[in-house]
């Protein structure tokens, strides 16, 4: 997978985990797709591919993903979506790497789409 030690100092900026479902809206009564946190936002990591990795997938549908890396969450799945605080912009889940040991620090290394699926509620 990604190689290389993960420091404080490469945890740049906050994501959430969630779903998005549609909401009513409380002035119109159409029904709005709004993105529901199921978790406190989390600090990730940015990773990047090796040039044998990123050649090895060339082709393939995770060709256009990128990874991040959070600490380790027992309740992440490929079924819910990253939201990223600053920008807004909501991606897919591909794949969840889980760190399984009993470690007490331990990482999960997601791969995410690279094009967000869309902003929601203007955010």
Do not use: W
Not at 17 to 39: A, C, E, M
Not at 69 to 90: C, E, P, Q, W, Y
């Amino acid at each position: 997978m990604v190689s290389g030690k993960l420091k404080p100092s490469n945890f740049i900026g906050k994501i959430e985990f969630g779903t998005v479902k549609s909401i009513q809206n409380r002035n119109t009564g159409l029904k709005v797709p709004t993105f529901v946190s199921v978790g406190k936002p989390l600090r990730y990591a940015p990773r990047s591919r090796s040039v044998t990795q990123s050649d090895s997938i060339f082709g393939t549908d995770i060709q256009e993903t990128k990874i991040i890396a959070v600490r380790h969450v027992m309740d992440v799945t490929h079924n819910l979506k990253v939201r990223f605080v600053k920008s807004g912009a909501i991606h897919d889940i591909k794949y969840v790497s889980s760190d399984e040991t009993n470690t007490p620090i331990a990482f999960d290394y997601i791969t995410i789409t690279k094009e967000p699926v869309g902003l929601v509620n203007g955010t």
